[in-house]
């Protein structure tokens, strides 16, 4: 499957490095006889400790052609977060690119693992050997919590990818795939598995770039235009900075955009619209569980709608009262058309489980039906709308509160460059809302304004009780914001005193 395959030309736009399919397939056919020199086995963990490389995609192809499973991991983890990595995957192989560091290099050591910098592979005559992969072999380990405590690795067969990309092939087509480019994190589903894999392996060209580098957002209209651009997938925080320092493409190559990952607002949503010159703007819902796209917004007439998502993508959706006891049909506790519940898919893109941990799989997947732990609910037109996540919810003396919606009025504030709601505990209501922000000015009478912004958008038992003004608000390797993480940065530093500063206007 993985040799003379079909797949587009690779590109890294700011070294100028291009690999033709040619040139692809013996990147791949070198690797395969150096990972088996190195005493590789069918059925290894192998991780790949850096990412958004063209040598990054003959890794992993190699791998799977010698029926190994790809662990790729955030390159910017430390060494202890490596080893606690390793301690539950056991790998047989480090993958690497230019100097290791020497602490990580003990690491390897201690635990018997073999590195191997592939960006020096020998470029000898080769004789390949033969596939050892099955389509229910597993094929990729994506860890998505627990590099410092209980590592959480979502295990996708070769099965499971190529239902992802088959539904994603009938629900979108490929055509505006042609010229893809990523600048998301090739170490997590939704940069690796639907950004690059999905169009790459069907031929379509890749252009790969730093992930959320800002120096790259500065230039992402003129790279764009310069290397004729047909389709990009972001996150929100991307747009948060590209739309106040990038210029927008001006030569009209781009057919679609999607964005994912987290919540995307109307308002947001209609900027990239603006800033991009095409209405395909989609929404998508991506969970690394299913193999990231299960869902979104398709059609070239687009209307924003905050908490929109859209259709299923190859999947099935039902929102359920019930979180913790389901029937095998699924059916009994079902809500009704656009009463709010909890979401559950049921895809051929699921995941096999959770590494190791039968227990976290039980609780998750049940009758094949997965527990997302996010809330929503379902329109009369079938389309998906998202609210929030259940551990977000913020329970105010009885009152339900989303933090999203908080959050989408107050980034339409001229002076909000960042936001993030969350709750606090609270002895009165046990629950309150805080905000963390950062704003372009910080003057006394931003924030009044800002509060009577608030005050005009949102009922009263929305509001804030606590703010807090951070220079920026911290996100996960993948750009998404941790709320609980944003919740505790807060806690060690003093509100703002918002009634002084009301008194004083």
């Given at each position: 499957m993985f040799i003379n395959l079909n797949v587009g030309t690779l590109h890294e736009p700011l070294t100028g490095r291009r690999w033709e399919p040619d040139r692809i397939n013996l990147e791949i056919s070198r690797?395969?006889?150096?990972?088996?020199?190195?005493?590789?086995?069918?059925?290894?963990?192998?991780?790949?400790?850096?990412?958004n490389r063209l040598e990054f995609f003959a890794d992993l192809l190699a791998i799977w052609y010698l029926?190994?499973?790809?662990?790729?991991?955030?390159?910017?983890?430390?060494?202890?977060?490596?080893?606690?990595?390793?301690?539950?995957?056991?790998?047989?192989?480090?993958?690497?690119?230019?100097?290791?560091?020497?602490?990580?290099?003990?690491?390897?050591?201690?635990?018997?693992?073999?590195?191997?910098?592939?960006?020096?592979?020998?470029?000898?005559?080769?004789?390949?050997?033969?596939?050892?992969?099955?389509?229910?072999?597993?094929?990729?380990?994506?860890?998505?919590?627990?590099?410092?405590?209980?590592?959480?690795?979502v295990v996708h067969t070769h099965r499971s990818l190529c239902a992802r990309w088959t539904t994603l092939e009938q629900a979108l087509g490929i055509e505006?795939?042609?010229?893809?480019?990523?600048?998301?994190?090739?170490?997590?589903?939704?940069?690796?598995?639907?950004?690059?894999?999905?169009?790459?392996?069907?031929?379509?060209?890749?252009?790969?770039?730093?992930?959320?580098?800002?120096?790259?957002?500065?230039?992402?209209?003129?790279l764009i235009d310069e290397h004729k651009i047909t389709f990009m997938s972001s996150v929100p925080?991307?747009?948060?900075?590209?739309?106040?320092?990038?210029?927008?493409?001006?030569?009209?190559?781009?057919?679609?955009?999607?964005?994912?990952?987290?919540?995307?607002?109307?308002?947001?949503?209609?900027?990239?619209?603006?800033?991009?010159?095409?209405?395909?703007?989609?929404?998508?819902?991506?969970?690394?569980?299913?193999?990231?796209?299960?869902?979104?917004?398709?059609?070239?007439?687009?209307?924003?709608?905050?908490?929109?998502?859209?259709?299923?993508?190859?999947?099935?959706?039902?929102?359920?009262?019930?979180?913790?006891?389901?029937?095998?049909?699924?059916s009994v506790e079902e809500c009704k058309v656009g009463e709010t519940g909890m979401v559950w898919l049921h895809t051929p893109a699921l995941m096999k489980g959770y590494f190791k941990r039968q227990d976290l799989t039980d609780a998750a997947i049940h009758q094949g039906w997965f527990k997302t732990g996010d809330i929503g609910m379902v329109d009369d037109r079938g389309r998906l709308f998202l609210k929030g996540r259940e551990r977000d919810e913020i329970n105010k003396g009885g009152f339900k509160v989303f933090p999203a919606d908080i959050d989408e009025i107050v980034e339409q504030f001229s002076s909000t460059s960042d936001v993030c709601t969350f709750g606090f505990e609270d002895d009165f209501y046990g629950e309150n809302v805080g905000m963390a922000l950062v704003l372009s000015n910080t003057s006394e009478q931003t924030i009044c304004?800002?509060?009577?912004?608030?005050?005009?958008?949102?009922?009263?038992?929305?509001h804030p009780e606590r703010w807090y003004l951070l220079d920026?608000?911290?996100?996960?390797?993948?750009?998404?914001?941790?709320?609980?993480?944003?919740?505790?940065?807060c806690m060690k530093q003093s509100p703002l005193n918002l009634r002084d500063l009301l008194r004083g206007q």
């Open positions: 690797r395969l006889v150096h990972f088996q020199r190195s005493q590789f086995e069918t059925g290894d963990c192998v991780f790949i400790g850096y990412g029926g190994g499973v790809a662990v790729p991991i955030d390159g910017r983890l430390t060494p202890f977060e490596i080893e606690t990595l390793i301690g539950t995957a056991t790998p047989s192989l480090f993958l690497y690119q230019g100097e290791m560091d020497h602490s990580l290099a003990l690491v390897l050591k201690n635990h018997n693992v073999t590195s191997l910098d592939t960006g020096a592979i020998p470029k000898d005559s080769v004789e390949i050997p033969s596939s050892r992969y099955a389509l229910d072999d597993d094929a990729l380990i994506l860890f998505t919590s627990g590099s410092t405590g209980d590592p959480k690795g505006s795939y042609r010229r893809t480019l990523c600048l998301l994190p090739t170490h997590f589903g939704h940069g690796l598995i639907c950004n690059c894999l999905y169009p790459w392996l069907a031929g379509q060209d890749l252009f790969i770039l730093p992930p959320f580098s800002p120096d790259v957002i500065m230039r992402l209209g003129s925080s991307v747009w948060n900075l590209a739309l106040k320092i990038a210029r927008a493409p001006e030569k009209r190559t781009l057919k679609r955009i999607t964005c994912g990952s987290a919540p995307l607002s109307a308002y947001l949503w209609r900027q990239i619209q603006d800033w991009s010159g095409i209405k395909e703007v989609f929404n998508t819902y991506g969970i690394t569980e299913t193999g990231s796209w299960v869902a979104g917004t398709t059609g070239s007439e687009v209307v924003p709608e905050s908490g929109l998502i859209g259709e299923p993508w190859g999947a099935t959706i039902k929102i359920m009262k019930a979180v913790e006891t389901v029937d095998e049909s699924l304004s800002l509060y009577e912004w608030i005050r005009s958008h949102l009922a009263q038992h929305k920026e608000i911290p996100r996960t390797s993948r750009g998404k914001i941790n709320r609980d993480s944003v919740m505790q940065e």
